[in-house]
């Protein structure tokens, strides 16, 4: 074997070079509707403002490790309960590392229901921390019953709900979430990642449960390239887990314009509500196309299921059409034959429909 071989194989973990590197496709040229970003940009006003304010931005200092200003801001518009407490990081994904890299327990196990969210298990598998994927049932609702008999098997360190669901886009049953967080004996994580889209949050609920926490984010709510997440959740939690965040993990500029942008939260909620009134366009179009099943959503997404062994073919059709959304059918089981599209602005998502409209004629 030569040195280079060697090298890779003595020193880095074996299950690290079994994984692959998180795709992300070239959207080059197309209609992008894979990631769940918000369409929409500010208003030329708006961008001036925000550029006046960077003006002002010291990038010759370290950023603020604590993100005062920017925490303050959050709290307010958020409305955070009373005693609760925050903690930022560089998009969601890297809240879900700190909690991975800090937690405990008689078997370190993160749990999930499945499909959800691939970043759990990938993190998971970073930390060297188990994981244990509980399939949903039927219409991709929450297994209470199933859910409850793996936390008396592994006792998980943390359960993460994502709510709405991705990527079926479903809010669980509210009785079965009860269920789980009550049963759960460590930390059970609820991802609102898409909160802005549904009609139902936990953070409200946060000063009922000592082990509830509530994850957000602002990428799907316009921001994604700022990347910044939070936690909301008791300060005994978050100040341990503030011990393994890196200090300066929210960089200036976007503490920033983040700030900025939360000070005109009403552009922001303007542009969700039309994203939210084409969600249920988009739904009721696909539902009229013979052979499509669109599942109801509360995101900014929709999964919808075409003709057995067809996922394929109708993805690729799409991008010869000039159209990129996620085909999901190669993660098998529950997803198989589906796909999953972001609503985007209402020209986007019609270009989108008569792509699909044509690519299913021509089977
Ligand atoms: C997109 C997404 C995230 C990640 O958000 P970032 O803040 O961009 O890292 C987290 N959870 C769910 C369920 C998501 O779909």
Known sequence: MDRIENLVSTWIRPEIRALSPYHVADATGLVKLDAMENPYTWP????????????????????????HELKARLRENMALPEGMDLLLGNGSDEI???LALALDGPSATVLAPEPTFVMYRMIATFARVEYVGVPLREGFELDATAVLEAID???????????????????FDEAAMEAVIDAAPGLV???????????????????????????????KLG?????????????????????????????????VSAAFALEHQAVLDEQTATIRRERERLGAALGELAGVRPYPSAANFILFRVPTGSADRVFQGLKDNGVLIKNLHGAGGALSDCLRVTVGTPEENDAFLEALGRVLQAF
């Open 96 to 98: 879900i590392q700190m």
């Open 44 to 67: 030329e006003g708006l961008v001036d403002a925000w550029l006046e304010r960077l003006r002002g931005v010291q990038v010759n200092r370290y950023p603020d490790a604590a993100a």
């Open 223 to 255: 921001l994604a390239g700022l990347r910044l997440g939070l936690l909301a959740g008791r300060p005994e939690l978050l100040n341990e887990l503030e011990k393994v965040r890196l200090p300066y993990n929210i960089n200036s500029l976007t503490q």
């Open 153 to 171: 098997r592994y006792s998980p360190s943390v359960v993460f709900l994502a709510y709405p669901n991705n990527p079926t886009g479903n809010l």
């Open 189 to 219: 994580v609820v991802d609102e990642a898409y909160h802005a889209f549904a009609d139902r949050s936990y953070l409200g609920c946060l000063p009922d449960h000592p082990n509830l926490l509530v994850m957000r984010t602002l990428s």
